[in-house]
């Protein structure tokens, strides 16, 4: 199984978690799965260095499935439900800039420091980034799905 350390995340820590049918944004970093916190982590220290008076903000990292179809129905999101967000392995990211969130900040360089450390950012949405590449999405999906039913 590719992707069993992101299924055990998934079934331990997420699942059980209050936040799992969350109707609102979450941002608990202790969703996200450990590995792809770590990546996150140096890459805003990356930016921090180029940028000493910006701090990198996570503006929502888990995301309920509840939520999900919210955002896609709105038009906010591509993704109908199972988002990378709800296996803890997405984040979405603004900038605190003079202590006031600001979408201002450098993402040009922000993102090409996520690619440089092999995260995926998408086209469509600025912000966002995720731990495993677009089309191994569906990959992910089963094995976690039959990770969960075994």
């Given at each position: 199984?590719?992707?069993?350390?992101?299924?055990?995340?998934?079934?331990?820590?997420?699942?059980?978690?209050?936040?799992?049918?969350?109707?609102?944004?979450?941002r608990n970093t202790?969703?996200?799965?450990?590995?792809?916190?770590?990546?996150?982590?140096?890459?805003?220290?990356?930016?921090?260095?180029?940028?000493?008076?910006?701090?990198?903000?996570?503006?929502?990292?888990?995301?309920?499935?509840?939520?999900?179809?919210?955002?896609?129905?709105?038009?906010?999101?591509?993704?109908?439900?199972?988002?990378?967000?709800?296996?803890?392995?997405?984040?979405?990211?603004?900038?605190?800039?003079?202590?006031?969130?600001?979408?201002?900040?450098?993402?040009?360089?922000?993102?090409?420091?996520?690619?440089?450390?092999?995260?995926?950012?998408?086209?469509?949405?600025?912000?966002?980034?995720?731990?495993?590449?677009?089309?191994?999405?569906?990959?992910?999906?089963?094995?976690?799905?039959?990770?969960?039913?075994?």
């Amino acid at each position: 199984m590719k992707y069993e350390n992101i299924c055990k995340h998934f079934s331990d820590n997420i699942i059980n978690s209050e936040s799992y049918e969350s109707s609102k944004p979450v941002r608990n970093t202790e969703l996200l799965l450990p590995e792809f916190y770590n990546i996150l982590i140096y890459c805003f220290n990356e930016y921090r260095k180029k940028y000493p008076n910006q701090n990198v903000y996570i503006t929502e990292t888990y995301r309920s499935n509840v939520l999900q179809q919210k955002y896609f129905k709105t038009g906010k999101s591509k993704i109908r439900n199972n988002g990378m967000h709800h296996f803890g392995i997405a984040a979405d990211v603004a900038f605190l800039i003079n202590d006031k969130l600001s979408y201002k900040g450098d993402y040009n360089f922000l993102r090409r420091v996520f690619k440089e450390n092999n995260l995926t950012v998408l086209d469509w949405e600025l912000g966002h980034v995720q731990f495993i590449p677009v089309p191994e999405q569906n990959t992910l999906r089963r094995e976690i799905n039959s990770y969960i039913n075994e």
